[in-house]
Every structure is written in structure tokens, then in C-alpha cells.
């Protein structure tokens, strides 16, 4: 099976990527301009004086166990939101290409390919059939030039999981065409089988996880992007030298640590009953018009009066997320969910039984 690689921007494919400092642990660094000694207060394992590895191995190694993938499927980046920069950046030509999103959904996608210079082609999700996808909608909006499709499963702001069966024909029907980008985010939180297990079948897959969500590590900015193996080298080519901060390493090896990860299984599955709980307490709510069925850790909501709502929430201490403006999200806002204290104080703040 050939790659995608003829869908990136032809100038990439023989870039001489940044030649940073070379990875050989045995010797002692006189190569990198770094200062010999740790700054104060440095106490870090392998000191923040030195570079980092560029794509550190045993934690690629380490996360393509948990996706069950190949290392060489992997490639670890600041967040799904460099991995999502990077694909626009390696295959989007500017004033040329587009991207297709399928809003309401998360808003990176449409911001790297505008920095980026590509367009943006909206094909929204259907809401009257609980904002599923519009496959003959999509496939009919595809032209020359539309490089990247981004599907959001769990979709984020909605909630809901995209049907897999549909987005797996349109991986199929689009193969020479275009990459269909599945972001996992929140995937932990649903019952879904991840897509990472289609990777062998169709080179125009790319599957976006993160460590952010389940994991609880936002503030570490630790993202994978899986993918076809010409996809990811192409990549890491193109990722900004040392792109995993040691301090990020750390924390993504240390989440990674059997013990740890049977415990972050065990906070989600309590995420994922206090949604459960949440969600049918909200139920008895008069500001409360509609709740969508939640498959992440958070839930989308319509208010008969999203103002009062919000500022009930604000009034004891609780941010929510505002999505009254966005278009299908009239009177909305997106609840993130909490500690089961947090979240009886905003279901008290709603007026929830
Ligand atoms: C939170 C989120 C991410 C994760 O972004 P990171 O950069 O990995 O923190 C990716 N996609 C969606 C849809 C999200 O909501």
C-alpha cells in the first residue's frame, strides 16, 4: 500500500529538517553550547540545563503500547494542538488547499489552517439527528485541494461519538483524496473501540490522542498524533526541534506507570458516573431545556435562559463555558465535569433537585 504523501506540500518531501544537536547519552555534552552546570532550584532528573531528547524513545515506546500502535506510528508533540498545526502546515499550500470541519466542533482546526493560509470548508453536523455526521454532505462538498478533514469523536463541543461506520466509509471513499483526521481527545470517557485500530488499513488515517483529558496532564502538553509510518516521519521532520520539554517528559513517563495508569482508569470511570449523575439531576432543572447524551467528561446544555444560568453558576464560584454565540448552539453552554462537591454546587446554582 502506497502513503498519502502525495497529498503534502511537495517542497516538504525533501526539506533538510533542523540537524540539532546529536542524542548520545554515553558521552559527556561539548556539542550542544549548553552550560555544564543546573540552574537553582533545578531539580529535575536529567537537569534543565541540557537539551532533550528530540522524539524521546521510551516514551514513544511507552505510548504506543497504551494506543497499541508502532512506535513508529507515533509521534509526540506540545498538545494535539501542535499535531494538528503540523498537519495543516505539511499539507495545506497556502491561498491553495482547504481543510473541512464539521462545526459546532473544536475551533483549532479552523485557526492553524487560517494562520496557515488554507480555507475552511464548513460542513455542519446534522443537530436534528443529535449532531451526527452528514456523510453525503461531506463526500459531495470534497474538491481538489481539500487536504484534511477533521472529525472530532467524542466531539467536542457536543459530546456525542461520531458514528464510526460512517466516518470509516468516508476514510475509504476519500483514500487518494484527502487525510480524515479522527481526534480522540476525550475517547477515554466513551465505549467506543479507538480508531487507531483501522491505522494498518488506511494510510490516510491520523488518529489524534492526548494526555491532557484522562490523563490529567494539560498543563504538561504532552499530545500523540498516530498515524501511517511516512505520515509521522514527514512530520517529525517538520515539529520544532526538542519538542518534548523535559519537565513534560517526566510527567507523561510518570503518568504512563502501570500503577498510574490503573488509577487515572479509575478517576475516569468516576468522571463518567458523576456525568451520569449530573446529567439526569439537570433534568429537574427549570433553566435546563435540552441535554445532549455525553460520551466525554463534560455536557452540553440548552437553558430557557442561558444568562441567568451562567451568572447562577458565576455566582458560586463555577465558570462555565459560554457557547451562545457559536451557530446550532443557541442558549448553550458547555459544563466541564467536576469533583462530585463541584458539581452539586452547580447543579444547586442551576436549581437542579
Ligand atoms: C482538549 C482537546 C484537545 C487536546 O488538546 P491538547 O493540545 O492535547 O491539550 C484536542 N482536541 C480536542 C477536541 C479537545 O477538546
Redesign the pocket.
Known amino acids: 500500500m502506497s502513503s498519502v504523501l502525495h497529498l503534502a506540500r511537495p517542497e516538504l518531501l525533501d526539506l533538510v529538517p533542523y540537524s540539532h544537536a546529536e542524542w548520545e547519552p554515553t558521552l559527556e555534552r561539548l556539542h550542544a553550547n549548553e552550560l555544564p552546570w543546573r540552574a537553582p532550584g533545578d531539580n529535575s532528573p536529567a537537569g534543565l540545563n541540557r537539551y532533550p531528547e528530540p522524539q524521546p524513545q521510551r516514551l514513544i515506546d511507552q505510548l504506543a503500547d497504551l494506543y497499541d500502535v508502532a512506535p513508529e506510528q507515533v509521534l509526540v508533540g506540545r ?3 501542535e499535531a494538528i498545526d503540523l498537519l495543516v502546515r505539511a499539507f495545506c499550500r497556502a491561498q491553495q488547499d482547504q481543510i473541512m470541519v464539521c462545526p459546532p466542533t ?1 475551533g ?1 482546526y479552523e485557526v492553524a489552517a487560517r494562520i496557515q493560509g488554507a480555507e475552511v470548508i464548513e460542513v455542519p453536523l446534522d443537530r436534528a439527528r443529535g449532531f451526527a455526521l452528514d456523510e453525503a454532505a461531506i463526500l459531495g462538498s470534497w474538491r481538489p485541494g481539500t487536504k484534511l478533514l477533521f472529525l ?1 469523536s467524542p466531539n ?1 463541543p457536543t459530546g456525542n461519538l461520531l458514528d464510526s461506520a460512517v466516518i470509516e466509509r468516508i476514510v475509504a471513499r476519500l483514500a487518494d483524496e484527502a487525510v480524515v483526521v479522527v ?1 480522540e ?2 475517547g477515554e470517557f466513551s465505549n467506543a473501540e479507538s480508531f487507531s485500530a483501522l491505522l494498518e488499513n488506511h494510510v490516510n488515517l491520523v488518529v ?1 490522542r ?1 494526555l ?2 484522562a490523563y490529567a496532564l ?1 498543563g504538561a ?1 504532552c ?1 500523540v498524533l498516530l498515524a501511517d509510518p511516512p505520515v509521522v516521519s514527514l512530520l517529525r521532520r517538520l515539529i520544532p526541534p526538542y519538542a518534548v520539554p523535559s519537565p513534560t517528559l517526566d510527567a507523561a513517563l510518570a503518568a504512563l506507570e502501570p500503577p498510574h495508569l490503573a488509577m487515572a482508569r479509575a478517576k475516569v470511570e468516576g468522571v463518567i458516573a458523576e456525568r451520569e449523575r449530573v446529567a439526569a439531576a439537570l433534568r429537574t432543572s427549570a433553566l435546563v431545556a435540552e441535554i445532549w447524551p455525553s460520551s466525554a467528561n463534560f455536557l452540553l446544555i440548552r437553558c430557557t435562559d442561558a444568562d441567568r444560568a451562567f451568572r447562577a453558576a458565576v455566582e458560586r464560584g463555577l465558570l462555565v463555558r459560554d457557547l451562545r454565540r457559536r451557530a446550532a448552539l443557541e442558549n448553550c453552554l458547555r459544563i466541564t465535569i467536576g469533583t462530585a462537591e463541584q458539581n452539586d454546587r452547580l447543579l444547586a446554582a442551576l436549581g437542579a433537585a
Do not use: H, P, V
Open positions: 498538545g494535539s494542538d473544536f483549532m472530532c467536542n481526534d481527545a476525550y489524534l492526548t491532557s483529558k494539560a502538553r499530545g
